[in-house]
């Protein structure tokens, strides 16, 4: 099982539709997440929702192919972890087109700068485990491709070299 992670709007759908597409089997996380909803979000434009992230890891179990979602990276065992990202100027436009207030805009933003997927990623994973991925400037397919060279054993695992504190 390889989870397929990062901040909201970083292109993880996208990329697990296309993989789904080539026959990887695709998980959403979000689609397993119903029964660990504690409270649901004032905020309509987002669908703003808050889950018990820890008993969902927990009980999750192991899967053949490969979990998409924002906090999959919480889930443990996994052969690999492969990190979006996405240079926030980027991210900004990407989850103001998607209708998010502009204050999800700024929270997720700053998530993305402040590399918080990577830091709760080394919660549970090695460096030798994460893959971090920038997609700012590659086209869907090329991403598809780096992470099928992930999937089948072809790449070197790499985390710690996106690095957004310019844009601090």
């Given at each position: 099982m390889f989870l397929l992670t990062g901040t909201p709007g970083v292109g993880k759908s996208t990329i697990a539709d296309l993989?789904?597409?080539k026959g990887y089997l695709i998980t959403r996380a979000k689609e397993t997440i119903q029964e660990y909803i504690i409270e649901t979000g004032e905020d309509n434009t987002c669908d703003d929702i808050c889950i018990d992230v820890d008993a969902w890891a927990a009980h999750f179990g192991m899967r053949d192919g490969i979990v998409e979602g924002h906090f999959s990276h919480f889930?443990?065992?996994a052969k690999?972890?492969?990190i979006l990202r996405c240079n926030p100027d980027i991210l900004t436009e990407r989850l103001r087109a998607r209708g998010y207030a502009e204050e999800k805009v700024r929270e997720n933003v700053e998530a993305e700068v402040l590399d918080v997927v990577l830091i709760e990623a080394y919660d549970l994973y090695s460096q030798d485990?994460?893959?971090e991925i920038d997609g700012?400037?590659?086209s869907a397919e090329e991403l598809v491709s780096?992470?099928?060279h992930v999937l089948t054993d072809r790449a070197f695992p790499c985390c710690g070299i996106v690095d957004w504190t310019w844009w601090v």
């Amino acid at each position: 099982m390889f989870l397929l992670t990062g901040t909201p709007g970083v292109g993880k759908s996208t990329i697990a539709d296309l993989l789904e597409k080539k026959g990887y089997l695709i998980t959403r996380a979000k689609e397993t997440i119903q029964e660990y909803i504690i409270e649901t979000g004032e905020d309509n434009t987002c669908d703003d929702i808050c889950i018990d992230v820890d008993a969902w890891a927990a009980h999750f179990g192991m899967r053949d192919g490969i979990v998409e979602g924002h906090f999959s990276h919480f889930i443990p065992g996994a052969k690999g972890v492969i990190i979006l990202r996405c240079n926030p100027d980027i991210l900004t436009e990407r989850l103001r087109a998607r209708g998010y207030a502009e204050e999800k805009v700024r929270e997720n933003v700053e998530a993305e700068v402040l590399d918080v997927v990577l830091i709760e990623a080394y919660d549970l994973y090695s460096q030798d485990q994460i893959y971090e991925i920038d997609g700012s400037y590659t086209s869907a397919e090329e991403l598809v491709s780096q992470i099928e060279h992930v999937l089948t054993d072809r790449a070197f695992p790499c985390c710690g070299i996106v690095d957004w504190t310019w844009w601090v």
